[in-house]
């Protein structure tokens, strides 16, 4: 008698009995298929055999999720300048993109957090666009504040510096690792969850897990409780939900 092994796609929860008495010369059914009694939805069932004496098993995907309070944010300074020619525009631009980093410097912020993001020079035409009168430079910085109840001082001491553009907060956290255990945990609970309950239809004993295999964490997904800027530059931290995935493979007798 050959050993079946059992892959089952559930869209809703359904009941199949797939006959296995054959000879062993038989060849193994290649899929059942039938209709949930509730829902109507189609499930299917493929019996393959496989060698080794590997038992059978139930494959489902668990996910779950825990939240965390951001502790970073991430801004963008910049500064326009306006001049009769494209040297002096870049020259008044570069010194006041260095008071902009002086100041962030001198607010707290390390070297190492600090970026320039971009340089950029263009002309300033007549309203026809036939000829230029001048030109515009640009350049912007980017800052990590690792202590999210200092951005506003900071905010406030690149704009005194002279930042005429500002943007952000991109909040993040800064170590996730707990919250990240938390939500493998609870998407473990949610693949024995569905195990146990297409294992009760199939009328079969759940086993332990004897394969997981980790699809990635999501994203960190803002949620603020409250606007993350308000007038008075006070930063809303808000929460990050923190996802997980894991496809597990359950034995079953």
Not at 15 to 36: F, H, I, K
Not at 121 to 130: A, Q, V
Not at 159 to 179: H, I, M, T
């Amino acid at each position: 008698m050959k050993v079946l092994t059992f892959t089952v796609v559930v869209g809703a929860l359904v009941v199949l009995a797939a006959g296995c008495g054959r000879g062993t010369d038989a060849a193994p059914p290649q899929g059942t298929s039938g209709n949930a009694g509730q829902s109507g939805a189609n499930a299917q069932i493929s019996v393959q055999p496989v060698g080794g004496g590997t038992l059978p098993g139930i494959t489902v995907i668990g996910t779950g999720s825990a939240k965390a309070v951001p502790d970073v944010s991430d801004w963008s300074f910049g500064v326009q300048s306006d001049a009769d020619t494209a040297s002096a525009a870049l020259r008044d631009a570069s010194w006041a993109a260095h008071r902009i980093v002086a100041a962030l410097r001198h607010a707290g912020i390390a070297k190492d957090d600090l970026q320039t993001e971009q340089v950029s020079l263009y002309p300033r035409m007549t309203n026809d666009g036939r000829a230029v009168i001048g030109y515009s430079a640009s350049s912007s910085v980017h800052a990590t504040v690792r202590h999210i109840a200092k951005a506003g001082s900071v905010v406030d001491a690149a704009v005194r510096a002279g930042a005429n553009q500002v943007s952000g907060p991109a909040l993040s956290v800064s170590d996730s690792k707990a919250q990240y255990r938390a939500a493998a945990d609870a998407a473990l609970d949610d693949a024995r969850s569905r195990a146990e309950a297409i294992a009760a239809k199939l009328g079969v004993t759940l086993g332990a897990p004897v394969a997981v295999v980790e699809s990635g964490g999501g994203s960190p997904v803002p949620i603020y409780d409250q606007a993350a800027l308000s007038a008075e530059m006070s930063i809303e931290p808000g929460t990050q939900e923190i996802s997980a995935t894991l496809t597990v493979t359950f034995a079953i007798s």
